[in-house]
């Protein structure tokens, strides 16, 4: 399997969007489905061809409606009509492996992963990994035996289109095709701040470690499955964090208080969720951080821990731990974190607030599940401040009481993580197919299989 997929144009009017570039819309409603039973799969896949055909969005087209947009001033983008807006939707479908079944697809045609073939739930390294799976918690669709299928993604930057565009798509393309008794729906929307960037509920800027390059982020996130038959797409994660806000204030406010004893500087709570996260609110890195300059920008993405040995940014500082930044190129570049995130969040309720954690890669197995492990509490060498979920003793950790001054004094700290702070409602793993595979399904179902034609 190569490294590097070529981006050729014949493959961006192929690949599905967002995956190379984040849709940028400010809401999205993602479908989670079941195929209807008792219809004919041949129907189905009749109808996943004709959407395949006028509705989902490539690559390509996700381009051609950015540049179209940015060619528009905000004014005009306030009045535009929603018949307009609805051009600009972003439309994706991605199956799971018991949505392939469904289908009839041959199972050498079916994307290989071992994680995808088992499902996010099914998948016991994982939980083990994460810690936290709580069955009587987990959303039910995601809980089923025979799994979901698939999920549909619909979104824009006017929620009456994205409305309209959604119940278009139900009553045309997908009646008679997915069960609406099944399905669930789930809201989702960007926090966009001052500046126009994303924002999740705890405050901090997001998503800004993912590269924009495209020829990286295809080398990241496109993968040809099964090997050798030009099926360009990509392995999909979707899981639902719900965030205890209050939770994580009491956590902040708490450690404050116990760096100011007998402390002569004063620390903030700023400065103490920068050493919880590993980043400002901004998104500076603390590690990057000197009293005596402002702070950086958070575009500021190249930096490592080489010269810290935790004095300045924890150990246990959530994107530390996730990713210690040692691995670099030939060229002395870093290597990134080997996904794509595209998170949103999400709002239900005053106290249901929280994360879509979206993530697009070449493998789940070989290149998410082990971000999964230093998140979680099988890690033996580091415990993540904000993912890490004790299973009996929560265990301290030191911050120290000054920035870059160990003789200043350390407190030892203990009430971070537990599962208060975040709450995986469910989830599950799907494979992006390209537009092709749509248009094409009859030549991949079982006893038919002629690929080359």
């Known amino acids: 399997m190569a490294d590097f997929i070529p981006l050729t144009p014949q493959l961006k009017e192929d690949i599905q969007a967002n995956i190379l570039k984040g849709h940028g819309r400010k809401y999205a409603v993602f479908l989670f489905f079941r195929f209807l039973e008792e219809v004919n799969a041949?129907?189905?896949?009749?109808?996943?061809?004709?959407?395949?055909k006028n509705q989902l969005t490539s690559y390509a087209a996700q381009c051609d409606?950015?540049?179209?947009?940015?060619?528009?001033?905000?004014?005009?983008?306030?009045?535009?009509?929603?018949?307009?807006?609805?051009?600009?939707?972003?439309?994706?479908?991605?199956?799971?492996?018991?949505?392939?079944?469904?289908?009839?697809?041959?199972?050498?045609f079916i994307p290989l992963d071992n994680a995808f073939r088992t499902g996010m739930i099914k998948d016991r390294q994982a939980v083990l990994w994460l810690g936290d799976y709580r069955n009587h918690i987990v959303q039910d669709i995601f809980k089923r035996e025979d799994g979901v299928h698939g999920i549909l993604m619909v979104a824009n930057e006017s929620k009456a289109a994205m409305e309209n565009c959604l119940k278009s798509l139900l009553k045309h393309n997908l009646k008679d095709v997915i069960q609406s008794r099944t399905v669930?729906?789930?809201?989702?929307?960007?926090?966009?701040?001052?500046?126009?960037?994303?924002?999740?509920?705890?405050?901090?800027?997001?998503?800004?470690?993912?590269p924009t390059d495209e020829n990286i982020l295809s080398k990241i996130g496109l993968v040809a499955e099964p090997t050798g038959q030009k099926i360009v797409g990509s392995y999909v994660a979707f899981r639902k964090l719900e965030q205890d806000l209050v939770r994580f204030e009491q956590i902040v406010t708490d450690l404050k208080n116990q760096l100011n004893i007998n402390n002569d500087e004063p620390v903030n709570s700023e400065f103490v969720k920068a050493l919880l996260m590993g980043r400002?609110?901004?998104?500076?890195?603390?590690?990057?951080?000197?009293?005596?300059?402002?702070?950086?920008?958070?575009?500021?993405?190249?930096?490592?821990?080489?010269?810290?040995?935790?004095?300045?940014?924890?150990?246990?500082?959530?994107?530390?731990?996730?990713?210690?930044?040692?691995?670099?190129?030939?060229?002395?570049?870093?290597?990134?974190v080997p996904i794509i995130r595209r998170s949103m969040t999400y709002n239900e309720g005053e106290n249901q607030k929280?994360?879509?954690?979206?993530?697009?890669?070449?493998?789940?197995?070989?290149?998410?599940?082990?971000?999964?492990?230093?998140?979680?509490?099988?890690?033996?060498?580091?415990?993540?401040?904000?993912?890490?979920?004790?299973?009996?003793?929560?265990?301290?950790?030191?911050?120290?009481?000054?920035?870059?001054?160990?003789?200043?004094?350390?407190?030892?700290y203990r009430a971070i993580g537990l599962r208060q702070m975040t709450t995986f409602l469910g989830g599950e793993y799907f494979f992006a197919p390209p537009l092709s595979f749509f248009r094409n399904l009859d030549r991949y179902i079982t006893d038919r299989i002629d690929p080359d034609k």
């Open 280 to 336: 400002f609110s901004n998104g500076t890195p603390v590690t990057r951080f000197s009293e005596s300059q402002p702070p950086y920008k958070w575009a500021d993405q190249d930096f490592d821990y080489d010269q810290d040995d935790g004095r300045r940014c924890p150990f246990h500082a959530h994107i530390r731990a996730v990713n210690p930044r040692k691995k670099r190129d030939k060229e002395g570049n870093l290597v990134p």
């Open 42 to 52: 041949k129907y189905v896949r009749g109808q996943l061809n004709c959407l395949s």
């Open 354 to 412: 929280g994360l879509w954690f979206i993530s697009y890669q070449r493998s789940l197995e070989k290149d998410l599940l082990p971000l999964f492990r230093n998140m979680g509490v099988e890690n033996p060498e580091v415990k993540d401040s904000i993912t890490y979920r004790a299973r009996n003793r929560n265990p301290t950790r030191p911050y120290f009481k000054k920035y870059d001054r160990p003789d200043a004094g350390i407190v030892q």
């Open 65 to 108: 409606q950015t540049r179209l947009h940015k060619s528009i001033d905000d004014v005009e983008v306030g009045v535009m009509s929603d018949e307009k807006h609805m051009k600009s939707s972003i439309i994706s479908l991605y199956l799971s492996y018991a949505g392939y079944k469904q289908l009839g697809i041959d199972n050498r």
């Open 184 to 210: 669930l729906r789930q809201d989702a929307s960007f926090l966009r701040d001052e500046n126009n960037g994303f924002r999740e509920h705890f405050g901090y800027v997001d998503g800004i470690s993912t």
